[in-house]
């Protein structure tokens, strides 16, 4: 045993935490050791210190003082804990994701599908849109439309 | 095996607000819990109040009480959080220093009663010496961080076990161990050098 390892070892042997034979090498080494001597001695007096310090107690009266603040509050109902954890939050990722997922393949997508063959793109079908509702708006009502209507929508009958 | 029982009986009818029973409870913590709490804040005027904290607390949280941790240890719990924040409290204010530090003479002027376990001895030097050694003992207790001092009082005042302490702290066992073991060797070191004839 060194002197480092007897320090460690000084609590435990205080308090008879020790086998017996660690015991006889902690003794054996402070026969022959006078800083450990110190030291066994110092902790000796500590620990006896420690556990003869004066205790403190509360005033005469505080047992009356506390009763007449306790019939001011009333206790509180149990309240059944919600143990959910850190858990549900490691989901939170996952969750999300799913949700962006479903999301961008339901929503509403613009039918191009029937756009007509020369419309090759939103703007060009939004132009053709609108001059044809100036069109229909301008042009006096007949159950027959004007040859631009077809020209430019390029339906046919 | 019966003082669990009849601390488990004292505690359901205390739950069923039976005054007597609350009132039981605090007869049997009051004093080792104001002294932990004197202890850690060096200061009984502000201990009383958090003592007064600690049963209000305890009263209004009694019904959530589920007794996995012994009412001894869940006591100790609301006090040490209690300390904690009043800690945390002060380091806010203005620093001011302590009335023990300032007028010692003045520390035994409160309400709070003096119990002495024992120290009388028959040779007058001998009490000298063990009072100034007490001395020493109590300024460096005074110097430690909470988190040792706490583990120290647990200990070596209020004889809970590490497994108490580790419950009533929320800290491993391993971390009440070495925590104790520094709190000792830092006073240790003090009488070390009050023994060598040194000033502490």
Same mark, same amino acid.
């Given at each position: 045993m060194n002197c480092t390892h007897f320090e460690k070892q000084v609590w435990d042997y205080l308090e008879g935490r020790l086998s017996a034979s660690e015991r006889a090498a902690f003794e054996a080494h402070r026969a022959h050791c006078e800083h450990c001597q110190r030291v066994w001695e110092s902790a000796q007096h500590t620990v006896q210190a420690l556990r003869r310090l004066p205790r403190y107690r509360p005033a005469p009266d505080f047992r009356e003082r506390l009763q007449a603040r306790l019939r001011q509050a009333s206790p509180k109902p149990a309240r059944p804990r919600l143990r959910l954890g850190w858990k549900p939050l490691a989901l939170a990722p996952a969750l999300g994701l799913l949700i962006a997922f479903f999301w961008f393949y339901n929503? *509403?997508?613009? #039918? %191009?599908? #029937? %756009? *007509? *063959?020369?419309?090759?793109g939103t703007d060009d079908y939004t132009e053709m849109c609108v001059q044809l509702h100036e069109t229909l708006e301008t042009a006096e009502w007949s159950p027959t439309p004007a040859a631009s209507y077809w020209v430019n929508t390029g339906y046919t009958r | 095996m019966e003082t669990i029982s009849a601390e488990t009986q004292l505690i359901e009818r205390a739950k069923q607000q039976d005054e007597s029973a609350f009132a039981q409870i605090v007869n049997l913590y009051a004093d080792k819990l104001y002294n932990y709490i004197v202890r850690m804040l060096g200061n009984p005027h502000d201990a009383e109040d958090v003592l007064q904290e600690v049963f209000l607390r305890a009263y209004q949280g009694l019904p959530s009480f589920d007794g996995r941790a012994s009412l001894s240890t869940w006591l100790f719990r609301i006090a040490h959080n209690l300390c904690i924040d009043h800690y945390r409290k002060q380091e806010r204010r203005v620093k001011t220093v302590s009335i023990y530090q300032d007028n010692p003479d003045e520390a035994d002027e409160g309400a709070e009663e003096w119990e002495f376990p024992d120290t009388q001895t028959p040779d007058p030097m001998q009490a000298v010496l063990d009072r100034e050694l007490q001395e020493v003992v109590e300024r460096a207790l005074e110097s430690l961080s909470p988190k040792l001092k706490s583990v120290l009082l647990l200990y070596d005042m209020e004889g809970l076990s590490y497994e108490e302490i580790s419950q009533s702290l929320g800290i491993p066992m391993g971390t009440v161990k070495s925590r104790l073991h520094l709190a000792r060797s830092e006073i240790q070191k003090k009488v070390a050098a009050y023994l060598r004839g040194e000033t502490v």
């Open positions: 929503e *509403p997508q613009k #039918n %191009l599908t #029937n %756009l *007509p *063959p020369d419309a090759v | -």
